[in-house]
């Protein structure tokens, strides 16, 4: 491979090898001073100005930007933006209370109290807090299950029939929203007091775009009742969208034809409409407010043709004037609504700080994780007490007021003050709107949710995973119902994660001549295996699940068998020693055949009794054949076999034992291409668990038994002193095997064993990258 000449600007490293113990020299480590943890819960509640200052803004955030509002800058675009955003809140107010199965003006209320809570406590500028379709339909399976219109059915004193006490419905209705909604506030409020926003994290993007598409879809049945004006079951649990689209199906003969020409003209109105804001969008100062426009028309055609009367098309009914006084929640509620509590509150959330991330990453500015917790459970909790139910930004609303104008929380202000002049003064205009126009609304709402089913296409060509994630996910929200939805799709996201770090990819590192990089060698062609050693490396982090797999993935790519090698060895020093014993037994047979004949020499023998007499033997006898015998006893008292080896049995042990002592040290390499060192590379190592250190301990025991050495490379700092404390470095273990880098311990293989005549790589230290040793 060829590279291009430098220059001035050829890079030359020339420093010596740097393992552990030589890096914390030179780079100076520092000590791990900790302070007890006395001292440290002293100091967190340890009050001073600064700290009560910084206290009091970031739990009041209002406190910090309000006083630097320029009226100049911002307030035509607030107010703009607050007058659009508070017509926008009237009809989807009116439509969402439907899906949360509490009356119309409740759905102003929930509109009203929690923008005025967000002003004070939100920390996102363009974000517009109030009912919202997935949440609210979360809300309504919850007031529909504990409250179905069957146990509201009395019987008529004129005809006999059977009708719905429908005051004390809506009573109920509203009072297990509220207390549902206290409930997610509660929730909310004590995640982010305990600093836990990290937990929207685990619902990752795929998952909550899967969610929400999924909920999406039982919006629409719940309101195709309305659409055909019919009456439906109340279903719920899992299956309960396939028998509410199975009934649904049951009862078309009985479609309300007034209420399906209403729906059909009123999507063709809005879509129209919708279509023209957007391709004009540059050219328009305001997007136009065709869902008011709708719902004045509407009303004014139904209160003059009584649609009700004549055609029996539903209505929204009675809208009282005023507000309402706050209501205790009903405690006794929230053990049976506590599940479905919960996983609102982390919907609602993730909905939330996705959008205000969004906007704040757009303009500028910072959205903190966990105030917005408190701010959203706040909102929850104070809406809960004026009957409202639960709240969390929408998309639609939020778009709106960011392309209006509105610049800060003054916009939710504004659109409140409209809100509140519609609730005391306007609301009762709207008693005639047919359903069906509520039902139109939505759906066409609905669009930026089901425009998410091209995350399917994307997700393909992209990341199959998280494709997997978001069609399990829809599915699991459409046949189990939101709250068990929610809770299969976190599993399973949760078990891809599993999934992905126990099947990582597993490689052979090889060097780029010229260079101190080391790249996979089946990647790149020019990724060169250096003669004699092997650099493994796992793209992800070892622990636990995956020790096994690592290493057998080890042996697998090194094509060392470590079992079979000490296996191996084990025979031969097995043999070894039989042989020794046998050449022992041997020998003291000889010796006592020699003692029994000591007393009856022949001629020509000479009795030795010690090493001098046998030099002085040898010396008078010269060159005569002479049968040397040992004495019984020695100088010690003590049989004397310093000669046996000179016998033609014991120099073939020698002989033995030196070959077997040398295939020990050649085992390793004898097998494997002559590789004589392992390195790990646990660069992609992030935390290191007992069961990682007993598998490395393992590692570096089993290749030094077969004569191979084992070098570590790569190690953070975390992993260093989590490796210490677990007592991995010892005598056998050294912190010398602990390298700064893949080169560090490719140089210092190379050096050491250059020497023992092993195979080296010549090109290690190339002209333009050298290393003094």
């Known amino acids: 491979m060829a590279f291009p000449e430098q220059g001035a600007e050829r890079f030359y490293v020339d420093r010596a090898v740097m393992n552990e113990i030589s890096l914390n020299d030179v780079a100076r480590k520092r000590t791990n001073s900790t302070k007890p943890l006395k001292e440290r819960l002293k100091e967190s509640l340890r009050c001073s100005v600064p700290k009560l200052k910084r206290s009091v803004l970031g739990f ?17 675009g607030d107010l703009t933006s607050g007058i659009s955003v508070g017509i926008m809140h009237l009809p989807l107010g009116l439509a969402y209370a439907l899906l949360a199965g509490t009356p119309p003006v409740y759905g102003l209320y929930t509109s009203f109290y929690p923008t005025l809570v967000y002003f004070f406590f939100g920390t ?111 279903y719920s649990g899992p299956l309960s969208q396939v028998y509410l689209l199975i009934d649904i199906c049951r009862h078309l003969p009985t479609t309300n034809i007034g209420a399906l020409v209403i729906t059909l003209v009123a999507l063709a109105v809005l879509i129209t409409v919708k279509e023209l804001n957007t391709c004009f969008a540059k050219k328009l100062p305001a997007p136009i407010p065709i869902e008011l426009i709708v719902i004045v028309v509407g009303t004014i055609i139904s209160s003059y043709t009584n649609l009700s009367g004549l055609y029996k098309v539903a209505v929204v009914g009675q809208i009282p004037k005023g507000l309402l006084p706050p209501r205790n929640p009903d405690i006794s509620l929230w053990g049976s609504v506590a599940g479905s509590a919960f996983a609102l509150a982390i919907v609602g959330y993730a909905i939330s700080i996705s959008l205000g991330k969004t906007f704040g990453l757009k ?108 069609l399990v996910t829809l599915v699991s929200v459409v046949l189990l119902n939101l709250d068990i939805g929610l809770a299969v799709s976190v599993g399973f996201s949760i078990l891809t994660v599993i999934f992905r770090s126990q099947l990582p990819r597993y490689s052979i590192l090889g060097r780029v001549p010229g260079t101190e990089i080391y790249l996979d060698t089946d990647s790149y062609d020019e990724a060169k295996q250096i003669p004699g050693i092997i650099i493994f490396r796992s793209s992800t982090t070892v622990y636990y699940t995956n020790a096994e797999l690592y290493l057998d993935a080890l042996q697998e790519k090194t094509g060392i068998d470590v079992g079979t090698l000490l296996t191996q060895k084990k025979e031969r020093e097995d043999k070894q020693k039989r042989q020794a014993k046998q050449e022992e037994n041997k020998a003291k047979k000889e010796a006592k055949k020699l003692k029994r004949l000591n007393g009856q020499l022949p001629n020509g023998t000479l009795h030795a009794e010690n090493q001098r007499d046998i030099e002085m033997a040898s010396s008078d006898l010269n060159g005569n054949q002479l049968a040397v015998v040992f004495s019984d006893k020695d100088n010690n008292g003590q049989i004397n076999r310093a000669f046996e080896v000179g016998s033609e049995t014991g120099i073939q042990g020698n002989e033995n034992r030196k070959s077997i002592t040398k295939g020990d040290e050649e085992m390793g390499r004898s097998f494997n291409h002559n590789t004589h060192t392992i390195i790990l590379d646990l660069s992609t190592a992030s935390f290191i668990d007992t069961v990682t250190v007993k598998t490395l301990r393992n590692i570096f025991k089993d290749f030094k038994g077969i004569g191979i ?23 056998s273990i050294p912190k010398r095997c602990l390298f700064a880098t893949v080169h560090d311990a490719v140089l210092h293989s190379i050096q050491i064993h250059e020497d023992k005549g092993l195979p080296s790589y010549d090109s290690a230290l190339d002209t333009d990258f050298s290393t003094k040793m």
């Not at 009912?131 to 339909?137: K, R």
């Not at 003064?425 to 047919?434: A, H, T, V």
């Not at 975390?718 to 005598?731: D, I, N, R, T, W």
Request: aromatic content about 10%; charged content about 10%.
């Open 60 to 76: 009041l955030p209002v406190l910090s930007w309000l006083p630097k509002y320029s009226v100049r800058d911002n307030a035509l």
């Open 124 to 234: 996102s500028k363009h974000i517009s807090i109030g009912p919202f379709a997935v949440t609210s339909l979360m809300v309504g399976t919850v007031t529909q299950t504990l409250a179905p219109n069957s146990n509201y059915m009395t019987l008529n004193g004129t005809n006999g029939s059977a009708v719905i006490d429908t005051a004390a419905l809506n009573y109920d209705r509203v009072r297990i929203a509220s207390s549902l909604t206290v409930l997610c506030g509660i929730f909310q409020i004590a995640m982010g007091l305990l600093q836990v926003g990290f937990i929207a994290t685990y619902l990752s993007d795929p998952l909550v775009r899967g969610y929400t598409t999924g909920a999406s879809i039982q919006v629409v049945l719940s309101q195709l009742s309305n659409t055909f004006g019919i009456s439906t079951s109340l």
């Open 363 to 470: 303009y500028g500015y910072k959205v903190d994780s966990n105030q917005e917790l408190i701010a959203l459970g706040l909102c929850n909790t104070a809406g809960g007490f004026f009957q409202c139910h639960f709240i969390t930004p929408s998309l639609a609303r939020s778009l709106l007021q960011e392309t209006t104008g509105g610049k800060t929380q003054v916009t939710g202000v504004v659109s409140a003050v409209v809100l509140l002049i519609i609730i005391l003064e306007i609301g009762p205009l709207f008693q005639q709107l047919p359903k069906a126009v509520l039902a139109c609304i939505i759906y066409v709402n609905m669009k930026g949710m089901f425009m998410q089913f091209w995350d399917i296409p994307a997700l393909w060509k992209s990341n199959k995973v998280d494709l997997m994630v978001w």
């Open 709 to 731: 050495d084992t070098y570590l490379t790569g190690c953070q700092f975390c992993v260093v002193e989590q490796l210490s404390k677990a007592g991995f470095f010892c005598e």
